[in-house]
C-alpha cells in the first residue's frame, strides 16, 4: 500500500528565501505526483502535477521535481513572499488504482515578513 | 465561474442524526471524489464515482453513503453509523478518459457533533 510522507510539519522562513519541500512516497509504480496548496480552512489548489515520465515541472516560482527510483519528489519555490504562507500538501497516484490519490500529512509553511 | 460548490460550509450533526453534504461541480468533469480531512493529516478517499450511476468505495467508507444520479452532483451521506464524524470534507472533481488530470477541490465542509 502506498505510503506519502512530508517532512518537515512545519517550516519558517524569512522572505525573500528560497526553499524546498520534500515528499516522499513508498510505492515507485506511480502514475503522477500531484503539489497542492492549502489556506486556512479552505480546500485544496493544484499547483504542479508531474507525470510519472517527466522529470520536473515549473510554474511561475514553483519548480517540482520527480524521482522515482529514489520515491521522492521536492517542490522548491524562489523568493517566498509572505503570500506563500499556506500548507503544502503532495499526493501521488499508483498505477494499481489509477483515480486514487494517496496523500501526505503536509508542510505548514510561514514566510515571515 | 467554473468550479466546484461545497454546501453547507459549517454542519452540525446531533446524536443518531444523517446528514448529507452537497457538492456540485460545472466543470463538466466525469469523475468526483468525497476526501475526509483529520487536522494535521493529510486527506483520505471516502469515496469516488467515475460515470454517473456507478461509485467505489475508497479507504475509509464505511457510517458513509453516496449517489451519482447526475454529472454535476456527487451528495455525500454521513450516517449515524459513523462514529467519529468530526472532519473536514473536500470534494474533488477530474475529467475522466485518463487518469493524468489533476483534480480539482472545493473549499469544503466543517461537519462537527452537538
Known amino acids: 500500500k502506498q505510503e506519502v510522507t512530508q517532512i518537515p510539519a512545519a517550516l519558517s522562513v524569512p522572505e525573500g528565501e528560497n526553499l524546498v519541500l520534500n515528499c516522499s512516497f513508498t510505492?515507485?509504480?506511480?502514475?503522477?505526483l500531484q503539489w497542492f496548496r492549502q489556506d486556512p480552512g479552505k480546500g485544496l489548489t493544484s499547483l504542479l502535477l508531474i507525470q510519472s515520465s517527466q522529470r520536473e515541472q515549473t510554474s511561475g516560482r514553483l519548480n517540482a521535481s520527480l524521482d522515482k527510483s529514489s520515491g521522492r519528489s521536492t517542490l522548491y519555490i524562489a523568493a517566498s513572499q509572505p503570500g506563500d504562507s499556506a500548507t503544502y500538501l503532495c499526493?501521488?497516484?499508483?498505477?494499481?488504482?489509477?483515480?486514487?490519490?494517496?496523500f501526505g500529512s503536509g508542510t505548514q509553511l510561514t514566510v515571515l515578513p | 465561474d467554473g468550479g466546484i460548490t461545497q454546501s453547507p460550509k459549517y454542519l452540525f450533526r446531533k446524536e443518531g442524526q444523517n446528514v448529507t453534504l452537497s457538492c456540485e461541480q460545472n466543470?463538466?468533469?466525469?469523475?468526483m471524489y468525497w476526501y475526509r480531512q483529520d487536522p494535521g493529516q493529510g486527506l483520505r478517499l471516502i469515496y469516488y464515482s467515475q460515470i454517473v450511476n456507478d461509485f467505489q468505495k475508497g479507504d475509509i467508507a464505511e457510517g458513509y453513503s453516496v449517489s451519482r444520479e447526475k454529472k454535476e452532483s456527487f451528495p455525500l451521506t454521513v450516517t449515524s453509523a459513523q462514529k467519529n464524524p468530526t472532519a473536514f470534507y473536500l470534494c474533488?472533481?477530474?475529467?475522466?478518459?485518463?487518469?493524468?488530470?489533476?483534480?480539482?477541490f472545493g473549499d469544503g465542509t466543517r461537519l462537527s457533533i452537538l
Open positions: 499526493a501521488a497516484r499508483s498505477s494499481g488504482s489509477a483515480r486514487q490519490l494517496t
Open positions: 466543470l463538466n468533469h466525469d469523475a
Open positions: 474533488a472533481s477530474s475529467s475522466g478518459g485518463t487518469a493524468n488530470q489533476p483534480q480539482h
Open positions: 510505492d515507485s509504480a506511480i502514475y503522477n
